[in-house]
């Protein structure tokens, strides 16, 4: 559909260019499906990331519901593209976001495949992490979290995005052999889940919910 294909996996430099498109069903694998790709290159001047384009939402509440349209145009002034908006003037055609949870690396947050995710540092060192990638790197913002989760909520059409997408790594505690190590959904495509305690994957994200987040 016009809104699934705002999403694509990509390999994002470190300068903020796509490099290139993953495999949509291998993420190893290059977009051709037979190169090889950087997703667990730690020497990769970058990160896997999942690109995002500019959605408009419209949302609103009453003393009984509270409602969101979403639009892959901008019906009236109404509809914002907050998750894409820089600032109060400057809105951005691609916003992206981690496809894996965040694996220190030589002092950089990375989002890479095969690493162990952090799981004992403050919001503030994983900001300080998140930025040393460089200019405009930072960790995941709530506007982009509302975007995902709204869109999970029209796509299956309930609250309960658990039971509809999968229901996550979501017991065995919060140690670091407790947890994931990431890329465990790799040749899943673009949505993974099942009802076990397992991993969950939407719109190429890993684990959006769940084992750590």
């Not at 799981?119 to 995902?148: C, F, H, M, P, R």
């Not at 790799?186 to 305690?197: I, L, Q």
């Amino acid at each position: 559909s016009e809104l699934l294909s705002k999403f694509r996996p990509v390999m994002l430099k470190s300068n903020g260019t796509v490099d290139y498109e993953l495999s949509h069903t291998d993420s190893s694998k290059k977009l051709d499906g037979v190169t090889a790709s950087d997703i667990s290159n730690t020497s990769y001047d970058g990160n896997a990331m999942v690109e995002v384009g500019k959605l408009w939402l419209k949302c609103y509440e009453d003393t009984n519901y509270e409602y969101c349209k979403i639009s892959t145009t901008k019906v009236d002034d109404s509809y914002k593209c907050y998750a894409h908006m820089r600032d109060s003037t400057t809105e951005l055609d691609n916003i992206y976001l981690p496809m894996y949870e965040g694996s220190l690396v030589s002092n950089k947050l990375r989002s890479l495949s095969g690493r162990s995710i952090i799981n004992s540092y403050t919001g503030t060192q994983e900001i300080s992490y998140a930025k040393a990638n460089g200019t405009n790197w930072n960790i995941i913002d709530w506007s982009s979290v509302k975007l995902i989760e709204n869109l999970l909520i029209l796509l299956g059409k309930s609250t309960n995005s658990q039971a509809t997408f999968g229901y996550g790594h979501y017991s065995g505690g919060s140690s670091s052999g407790a947890l994931l190590t990431t890329g465990t959904t790799d040749t899943k495509g673009m949505f993974y889940g099942s009802s076990k305690n397992d991993a969950v994957k939407v719109f190429y994200l890993e684990n959006w919910y769940g084992d750590i987040n």
